[in-house]
């Protein structure tokens, strides 16, 4: 399993911004996946999830202002991108796509699978900088 982001630069404030993640080998038929991110000196956080079974979970942080979107490409391939409006300097971080194999779901909280379940998958993440 491959996890590769892309999208990420520099943007003024109130602008938008996508970010992209192409994950190749994943051969699940239920999981998990979404985009979390990490800003200095704070631990990382999630964004936006999304699970096999349906249903996509935004953390108040961005609820209102992002969309998420899966696109299933065939051979074991997927497209996950996240686009982001109105952004603010506390948007500033390093945005990681994960992926793990679940029952069908993200668990109650959205989040939690990321640092709970044995076999997630990270990219190496794409820095995203909202100047003021």
């Known amino acids: 399993v491959q996890l590769a982001e892309s999208g990420g630069g520099s943007v003024q404030a109130g602008g938008s911004l996508t970010v992209t993640c192409q994950l190749s080998g994943f051969f699940y038929k239920k999981y998990c996946m979404g985009w979390f991110r990490q800003a200095p000196e704070k631990a990382r956080e999630g964004v936006s999830v999304?699970?096999?079974?349906?249903?996509?979970?935004?953390?108040d942080s961005v609820k209102g202002r992002a969309t998420l979107s899966k696109e299933n490409t065939g051979n074991n391939l997927y497209s996950l991108s996240l686009q982001i409006h109105r952004l603010t300097p506390e948007d500033t971080a390093v945005y990681y796509c994960a992926a793990a194999p679940t029952a069908g779901d993200c668990g109650g909280g959205g989040f939690e699978w990321s640092v709970l379940l044995p076999r997630v998958h990270w990219g190496q993440g794409t820095q995203v900088t909202v100047s003021s």
């Open positions: 999304i699970a096999s079974e349906g249903g996509t979970i935004y953390s």
